[in-house]
C-alpha cells in the first residue's frame, strides 16, 4: 500500500485507534506520516504520537476531515454526535469509516451529513494482526471505497462484509469476544496456580492452548466437535472435565454473553 498511500484520520485516539493504526502501518504499509490522530485529551494524544511513531496528533476534528482521505470514527457511541457536531463539513473526498458499536449507517449519513460511510466492527487483536473485522458499505458506495476498506482492515487480520443487519451479533461475537477469551484464559491460568504450577507457568500454557485450539479449527476446517472428540479418551481426564462444564452451564453462558453484548449493541445504536 506504500505508493499513493491513502492519509488516514482517525477522531478518537483510544485503544481501537492505537491498535488499528499499528497494524496499518505495522502489515498495511501506511506511512505513519500519513496518520494523523485527534483527540481532546492531551494524554491520549501523547500516547498515540510516541506508540506510533511518525504519526501526528492534533486536538482538531476538522483537521483530521480536511487533511485525511479517509477518516476512522474512533470514538465511543455515546461521543458521536459530539464529535460530528465538532464538524464544519465533511468534504466529499473524504470516506468515513465508523468502528462505534451499534450506531446505524442511516444515523451515521444523517449526523456527518455524507452517504460515504463503511460500518465495521473490528476488534482488539488489531494490535498483533489478528483482527476479526466485519463490515456493512452504504448503498451506493464505490468499489473502490469497498476494496480500500478491505485492504486496509486485511493489514490488521481478516474481514468480511455482512448485511448492516448483522452487525449486532458481530459486535458481540469478535467485537468484544476478545474480553470473554481473556477471561477464559485468566479462569485456566488461575485453576493451574490452583493445582501447584506456577502463575508464569500456568498463564503460558494457557494462552497457547487457547491459541492451538483456535487454530486447530482454522487450519484443519474441522467441527470443533470432533476436535474435542479428538481429545477425550474413553474414562480419561478430559471428559471429566466436559462433564464439569457441562453441569455448570458453560455453553448457555457464552451464548448468554455473547447474546447480551449483541443487545447492548442494539441498545447503543437507539439511544
Ligand atoms: N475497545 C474495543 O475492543 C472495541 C471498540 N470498538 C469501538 O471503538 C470505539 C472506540 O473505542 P475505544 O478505543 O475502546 O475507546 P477509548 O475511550 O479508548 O477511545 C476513544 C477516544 O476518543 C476520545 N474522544 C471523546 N470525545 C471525542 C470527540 N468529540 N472527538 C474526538 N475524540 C473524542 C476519548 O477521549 P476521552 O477519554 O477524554 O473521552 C478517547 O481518548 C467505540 O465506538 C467502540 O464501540 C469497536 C470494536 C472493539
Ligand atoms: O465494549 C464495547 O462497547 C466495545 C464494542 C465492542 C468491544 N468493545
Redesign the pocket.
Known sequence: MSTNSPRIGF???????LAMAHGFVARGGVPAANILA????EQ?RTRFAKEISGAKTTAS?QEVIDQSDVVIL????Q?MA??AK?LTKVPGSCLLIS???GISLDKLNSLFSTKRIIRV????PCLVGLSACAFSANEGISDEDVTLTKTLLEATGIAVQVPEKQLDAVTGLS?SG?AFVYMMIEAMSDAGVRQGLPRAVALQLAAQTVKGAAEMVLATGQHPAALKDNVTSPGGTTIAGVHELEKKGFRGAVIDAISAAAERSKELGQD
Not at 11 to 17: E, I, R, V
Not at 74 to 77: R, Y
Not at 121 to 124: A, D, I, L, S
Open positions: 477522531l478518537g485516539a483510544g485503544q481501537m485507534a485527534a483527540d481532546p485529551f491520549a476534528n474512533a470514538v465511543k457511541p461521543m459530539d464529535a465538532s468502528i462505534a458499536a466492527m473490528p476488534n482488539t467485537g476478545p
